[in-house]
Every structure is written in C-alpha cells, then in structure tokens.
T-cell receptor, first 115, second 116 residues
Framework: GAGVSQSPRYKVAKRGQDVALRCDPI?????LFWYQQALGQGPEFLTY????????KSGLPSDRFFAERPEGSVSTLKIQRTQQEDSAVYLC?????????????FGAGSRLTVL | AQTVTQSQPEMSVQEAETVTLSCTYD???????LFWYKQPPSRQMILVIR??????QNATENRFSVNFQKAAKSFSLKISDSQLGDAAMYFC?????????????FGQGTRLTINP
C-alpha cells in the first residue's frame, strides 16, 4: 500500500482482556518497528523485525507483550491480560532496504484505553 | 544509553515569524543520525528534516533548517515564515550509525502553537 496502515485506530479494553493490534507496512519494506507512546510523551521503542525475524525485542515492557510477523509483511502486537498502564498509542513504522539514514514511515497508530 | 532532551514542553509563535525548537542529546558515539519529526493531531509522525553527524553542513528543507552543534550535542530546529499548518508536536530523535543499531530514541516533544 501507499502508507503504513494500522488497525484498529481505537481500542477500549477492560483490564485483564487480551488485545491484538495490526500493522500493515509499506509493500517491500523489510524493517518494521513498534513503538509505544504514552500520553504527552515521546514514542518509546518496543521491538524490531527484519522480514520475519524479530531481531530486537528489548523494549517490550513485560512478558505480556508479544509481537509477530510470520510472513515478513503484516505484523501483530498482542498484549495479554491488559493493565491500565498499557493505555497508550501504539505506533508502527516501516523502512525499506538499504543502509544509512533511511527514513521510517509511521502509521497513524492504535490508541488503546484500558479501563 | 543514548538520551534525547527537549527542554521546551510548549512554544508559540506568530504566523509568519520564526521559531527555534531546542534539542540536546547525550551519546558517546561519533557517528549517528538526528531527526526532527512532526506529529499533528492525526497522530501520524512525519519526518521534517534529518542530519548525518559526519556532515558539518546544516541540513535545510524549505522553511525548515537545523543548527547542528556536534561538540555541544545540540540539534535545534528553526522554522521560518511559520504557517498555521506547522502547529503540531515536534519530536527530536537520535539513531546510532553502529551496524545493527536500528531503533530511534525520541525526546519528550515540544508542542508548537501558531497564533494567527
């Protein structure tokens, strides 16, 4: 597609529910990133994929967070047993191949509210 | 670990005037990239300008320019002839040029208001 598409745009979950957030990157982009942006803060890195390989998951805040990209295109971020502190906007970004200061293209994010 | 600091939570400027947003960063590396991103209410982060640390010349993109001071670890953004559409959150970000380093480290952001 022309841009990075994320769904749903808004998600309200009750505490303890599981949620799944989807990211559809730009076609051909091998690198895919997830970021978490709390209200009034800058985005914080969660995890990074190169094709289907998850090369860095150092930013995932707990084992309740899980991300996958099984075929190297669409990615899903899953949060199990959601807590109120998980409320945030979850941003996905993708980047094409090549080295250097190649630009990340971001999606519009999924806003998660945990009640 | 690298950190990025934006000391101005909010800034405002009159339409058509010039405004400068501040950013400082902390790193022990010599080669890296710096970025300014704009985030309007629609939430989609848009790249405004980027700078490679090995380049001494300051980057410029139309009305946007940076003042990159490597020794001072400072990377400010100047917006000339401010327009109403420039109103947004602005984030400064750092990325290492080290092989395998991929993630962006963001500052806390500066909310820019344009007064008509």
């Amino acid at each position: 597609g022309a841009g990075v598409s994320q769904s749903p745009r808004y998600k309200v979950a009750k505490r303890g529910q599981d949620v799944a957030l989807r990211c559809d990157p730009i076609s051909g982009h091998v690198s895919l990133f997830w970021y978490q942006q709390a209200l009034g803060q800058g985005p914080e890195f969660l995890t990074y994929f190169q094709n289907e390989a998850q090369l860095d998951k150092s930013g995932l805040p707990s084992d309740r967070f899980f991300a996958e990209r099984p075929e190297g295109s669409v990615s899903t971020l899953k949060i199990q047993r959601t807590q109120q502190e998980d409320s945030a906007v979850y941003l996905c970004a993708s980047r094409g191949p090549g080295k250097g200061a190649n630009v990340l293209t971001f999606g519009a994010g999924s806003r998660l509210t945990v009640l | 670990a690298q950190t990025v600091t934006q000391s101005q939570p909010e800034m405002s400027v009159q339409e058509a005037e010039t405004v400068t947003l501040s950013c400082t960063y902390d790193t022990s590396e010599s080669d890296y990239y710096l970025f300014w991103y704009k985030q309007p209410p629609s939430r989609q982060m848009i790249l405004v300008i980027r700078q490679e640390a090995y380049k001494q010349q300051n980057a410029t993109e139309n009305r946007f320019s940076v003042n990159f001071q490597k020794a001072a670890k400072s990377f400010s953004l100047k917006i000339s002839d401010s327009q109403l559409g420039d109103a947004a959150m602005y984030f400064c970000a750092y990325r290492s040029a080290r092989r395998g380093a991929q993630k962006l480290v963001f500052g806390q952001g500066t909310r820019l208001t344009i007064n008509p």
